[in-house]
């Protein structure tokens, strides 16, 4: 189990090597679904907004937690924030 962990195994390769890509990485649809996230949009508001599904929206919201190389919402907000805009 240690060497599984150690390795990364499972784990987005921008998070397992530490890597962050930033917002500017981000696609223009990724950039509106973290910026309605900032805003505190849900899931089902942001679907419904955009139209998409909701699955969509966890899609784009999981492939930008793999460009920012953070594991949740709140820290996708934060480092937004914190180091480029969103829009």
Same mark, same amino acid.
């Given at each position: 189990?240690?060497?599984?962990?150690?390795?990364? *195994?499972?784990?987005? $390769?921008? @998070? $397992?090597?530490? @890597?962050?890509?930033?917002?500017?990485?981000?696609?223009?649809?990724?950039?509106?679904?973290?910026?309605?996230? *900032?805003?505190?949009?849900?899931? $089902?508001?942001?679907?419904?907004?955009?139209?998409?599904?909701?699955?969509?929206? @966890?899609?784009?919201?999981?492939?930008?937690?793999?460009?920012?190389?953070?594991?949740?919402?709140?820290? $996708?907000?934060?480092?937004?924030?914190? @180091?480029?805009?969103?829009?």
């Amino acid at each position: 189990m240690a060497a599984i962990l150690r390795c990364g *195994a499972g784990v987005p $390769a921008a @998070r $397992a090597a530490g @890597r962050r890509f930033g917002v500017r990485a981000l696609s223009p649809r990724e950039r509106q679904v973290l910026a309605m996230m *900032a805003d505190g949009s849900s899931n $089902a508001d942001i679907a419904e907004r955009l139209p998409i599904s909701e699955k969509t929206v @966890r899609n784009h919201a999981s492939n930008l937690f793999d460009k920012l190389g953070v594991w949740s919402r709140a820290q $996708a907000i934060v480092f937004a924030r914190e @180091r480029g805009d969103t829009s």
